[in-house]
């Protein structure tokens, strides 16, 4: 299971970031702030994809979700860094995939903690 809800977080994280790549709201604030302008943005979508696949695994799997969600947070940041490591692009491409990994996989946890009570309310 755990393998399954790491693919889905990837795909669902690859989605999101390809919406936010074309949505390009993001470039004014790029020109004020500086890399916080498109940084932000790339940690709130990885962070919210792995809490929407997180968060439906807490439903499903109740309290068991938590270690299920560890496990596939870890696989999909070996996924992510593995990736990386295939086809390096930089500092800047590392500093990302880094980010990547962590923040789905924080997402993964957080979204299994906070509706695992739900399943037995």
Request: aromatic letters at 10%; proline letters at 3%.
């Amino acid at each position: 299971m755990a393998i399954c809800t790491a693919y889905a977080s990837l795909a669902l994280f690859t989605w999101a970031i390809g919406q936010l790549a074309m949505a390009r709201f993001w470039e004014p604030w790029v020109r004020q702030i500086g890399v916080l302008g498109s940084e932000i943005p790339f940690v709130l979508v990885t962070l919210t994809s792995g809490f929407a696949i997180g968060a439906a695994l807490g439903l499903v799997f109740g309290y068991r979700a938590s270690r299920i969600a560890v496990f596939s947070g870890v696989l999909a940041a070996i996924a992510l860094l593995v990736g990386e490591a295939t086809y390096p692009d930089g500092v800047s491409s590392l500093w990302s995939s880094v980010t990547a990994a962590a923040t789905l996989a924080a997402g993964l946890v957080i979204g299994s903690i906070c509706t695992r009570p739900l399943r037995h309310a």
